[in-house]
């Protein structure tokens, strides 16, 4: 295996990207940070966002927030009511009755206040450690790792990291990148893997970073 890039190097690879994606959308959590500025949005954003696809989540979390934007509002509506709100996203029906769980969590624990550590937040039920790291990063614009599907297979497709699970890309990433670039990181992967560095046959001919990436475990691309 070639020898993994070095912080100079994933450096480039962001600056690069960032003059790339100029023109192309935001992940739908980031939207909803950039546009509701609540770090509870932002978690029930999150929750909706899990095996969902963008264009779901988002005009989901508008008819929802539509009609309730705070706790109190969420738990005064039916959970067959919020199932229809949400729908069509992932798991829909579990995702209903788990919004009223992190709402009773949150005004039981924390005095309806979301907390802003990692921690505190994998206390809530049902969010683990990627929603967490996206709400520290996009409800409280603080340095956490969310690492994805994404965020995961780009890391190591780039050559800067090898690992085999997400909490292990996490934990290495914590290690390896440098600080500064914790907050954009995730939203800049999730956002050219979306468009460009696509799982199968991505779009090696035209991406701006073909001659720093490593191309590991690339098969067919264009």
């Not at 996206?134 to 497709?157: A, K, M, Q, W, Y």
Request: hydrophobic residues 40%; aromatic residues 6%.
């Amino acid at each position: 295996m070639p020898k993994l890039l070095d912080n100079t190097q994933i450096a480039e690879v962001i600056k690069r990207l960032k003059v790339a994606m100029r023109d192309l959308p935001d992940p739908s959590v980031t939207l909803v940070g950039k546009k509701f500025k609540s770090p509870f949005l932002v978690l029930i954003s999150c929750l909706l966002s899990l095996r969902t696809r963008d264009e779901t989540t988002l005009p989901a979390c508008e008819r929802l927030f539509a009609r309730a934007d705070s706790m109190e509002g969420m738990l005064k509506i039916p959970v067959p009511e919020l199932q229809k709100l949400i729908y069509p996203v992932g798991f829909y029906k579990t995702k209903a009755e788990r919004i009223h769980d992190i709402c009773r969590d949150l005004l039981g624990k924390f005095g309806g206040k979301v907390p802003d550590t990692i921690e505190e937040l994998l206390t809530l039920y049902g969010v683990g450690r990627k929603t967490a790291n996206l709400v520290i990063i996009e409800g409280f614009g603080l340095p956490g790792i969310c690492v994805d599907t994404h965020v995961h297979r780009i890391s190591n497709r780039l050559g800067y990291i090898k690992t085999k699970t997400p909490d292990e890309t996490e934990f290495t990433l914590r290690e390896k990148l440098p600080q500064k670039f914790w907050i954009e990181y995730n939203a800049l992967l999730v956002t050219w893997g979306q468009n460009v560095c696509k799982p199968i046959s991505p779009l090696c001919s035209t991406c701006p970073v073909k001659g720093i990436c490593q191309r590991i475990n690339i098969g067919v691309s264009r």
